[in-house]
């Protein structure tokens, strides 16, 4: 039997002023995604969230520890809040 895994983090966020717009959002991800290899993760899709009060999404991969070390000050967006997902 597999044993769960917290494997998947969903971020949920509003994007900073400095980084409006297609473009803007596409640089910053750029750099952000850069900083989450670092950490041992992966950025496996983003966007903007439809139907929630934030507008930024990061659907983030990798360990519980690899998430512990992400620079949050440095993402592109703030106010953000975390689903986990287990896997099985």
Not at 2 to 14: L, R, T
Request: glycine content about 10%; hydrophobic content about 40%.
């Amino acid at each position: 039997m597999k044993v769960p895994e917290m494997k998947y983090y969903i971020k949920y966020g509003v994007w900073k002023p400095e980084y409006q717009g297609p473009e803007g959002f596409k640089k910053a991800m750029e750099t952000w995604s850069k900083k989450v290899e670092e950490a041992g993760m992966k950025v496996v899709f983003w966007g903007s969230a439809l139907g929630v009060s934030e507008n930024a999404l990061c659907v983030l991969k990798g360990t519980p520890d690899g998430f512990l070390k992400l620079p949050f000050t440095e993402a592109p967006y703030t106010n953000s809040r975390t689903h986990v997902v287990v896997t099985f």
